[in-house]
């Protein structure tokens, strides 16, 4: 189903199809049944404003100086494809940006391979995560990812854990060993992330009450 691929309810997709008919956009079908994009039809050229090309080269250098590897390599890549379809006088917007993202002081020492988490997260299969707790102590843990967080100091694989039976934040560094399974996880993982979600604003609220 187009939701399940675009991840978002089934309602958006039918807001969204509405909305690109409006635009005489030519798919034709209908809900519960399937949509077809009309033959011969070619998306628009790429028109980018300057706020968008400063948002896409901000968020670039920033992935750029805080990612992994793979992650980094592919946010320099991005920027060269941008600045290769963009119009000539928007050309500097991407080789002299107003904005810049403050590079990463110090690299992350992660046991864990960042571009396997992901492809397991794609995929949707379980781990098998030996992991060093706050106390110290190493504990063994099959979990379902959900996401891989980045923040300007660590990176944290969010999942469901079997063992607490709830969602888990762990973080990347403390990951002393990982076993990607043959197992498919329980559900799909965008019923997940809504879980996952829905969870984290429980807990803002809770907080708030409390704090207030």
Known sequence: ????????????VYRDIAHLTGQRIPISGEAGVGY??????????LALLPTELEAIVLGAQWVAAHGDTTLSRAAL????????????????FISD???HAQPSLEAL?????????????RVGVKLRLCYRDQQ????????????????????MLIAWCELRQGFRHFRTDRIH?????????????HRLLQRWKAARVSELAKFKNEAG
Not at 3 to 11: A, F, K, M
Not at 136 to 155: A, C, F, K, N
């Open 36 to 45: 077809v994009l009309g033959t011969g039809y070619d998306m628009p050229p």
């Open 77 to 92: 890549d991005v920027l060269s494809k941008v600045s290769a379809i963009v119009p000539k006088p928007m050309q500097s």
């Open 136 to 155: 110290g102590e190493l504990t063994e843990r099959i979990i379902w990812p959900v996401v891989l967080g980045y923040s300007d100091i660590t990176r």
């Open 177 to 189: 060993a990982v076993e990607i399974l043959a197992e498919q996880i329980g559900e799909p993982r």
């Open 1 to 12: 189903m187009l939701g399940d691929e675009l991840e978002v309810s089934i309602r958006t």
């Open 109 to 121: 020492q992660d046991t864990a391979d960042a571009a396997s988490l992901r492809a397991a997260i």
């Open 97 to 99: 940006p107003s904005t």
